[in-house]
């Protein structure tokens, strides 16, 4: 079983660039979420959705986007990548929030 | 926002002994989920331990057992015969009941176990 499938695992970034961080889930979950996760801070929330079509702002949404086309796929993406988007990316799924379950993140660098 | 805080950066403990990692909690929701989830350093988030608010009863998986106190919003994990594989980064999070919130999780910074030979 895949379950939640994030790529890339690892990626260094210049200043300025831009890149899509990939979600995909075969479990056919309703929502799904974008953490990030700095040193000593625990997870937090960037983006999530509750279906195809719908999302919403989390705690900390500034310079991210996101889009929901399929019940799938949940692709993050970052525009104009700056030193304090460094850091590890987890991507999430639940079925109503019962569990989530957890994609093994990318850990991003912006240098 | 609810909070969720973990007080011990670190913890450490002997293999086959017994640790209990501590969390509170802040809310005016009368009915929320509660969960420990492990890190260890393949990054991996692996879900320990649920607690739904509206149960008295403290949850138990095999050597993790909660001792939830939902009037003091206190929610720790006791770790009985603790073995090598436990160490890892734990995680306490908080999610609300209600769908407004999207059902997403509110984590604390985490308690760093160490469990020595």
């Known amino acids: 079983n895949a379950g939640v499938t994030q790529t890339p695992k690892f990626r260094i970034l210049k200043i300025g660039q831009s890149m899509t961080l990939q979600c995909a889930q075969d479990m056919n979950h309703n929502y799904m979420y974008w953490y990030r996760q700095d040193p000593g801070m625990g997870l937090k929330l960037i983006y999530y959705?509750?279906?195809?079509?719908?999302?919403d702002k989390g705690e900390v949404p500034n310079g991210y986007n996101v889009s929901r086309s399929t019940t799938e796929d949940f692709p993050l993406r970052l525009e104009l990548a700056a030193p304090s988007q460094t850091s590890v990316y987890f991507c999430a799924s639940s079925y109503h929030g019962l569990e989530a379950f957890f994609g093994q993140g990318t850990r991003l660098t912006v240098v | 926002a609810q909070t969720v805080t973990q007080s011990q950066p670190e913890m450490s403990v002997q293999e086959a002994e017994t640790v209990t990692l501590s969390c509170t909690y802040d809310?005016?929701?009368?009915?929320?989920?509660l969960f420990w989830y492990k890190q260890p350093p393949s990054r991996q988030m692996i879900l320990v331990i649920r607690q739904e608010a509206y149960k008295q009863q403290n949850a138990t998986e095999n050597r993790f057992s909660v001792n939830f106190q939902k009037a003091a919003k206190s929610f720790s994990l006791k770790i009985s015969d603790s073995q090598l594989g436990d160490a890892a980064m734990y995680f306490c999070a908080y999610r609300s009941a209600s769908v407004n919130s999207g059902y997403a999780l509110n984590f604390g910074k985490g308690t760093s176990l160490l469990v020595t030979p």
């Open positions: 809310t005016s929701e009368s009915d929320y989920y």
């Open positions: 959705s509750v279906g195809a079509g719908i999302t």
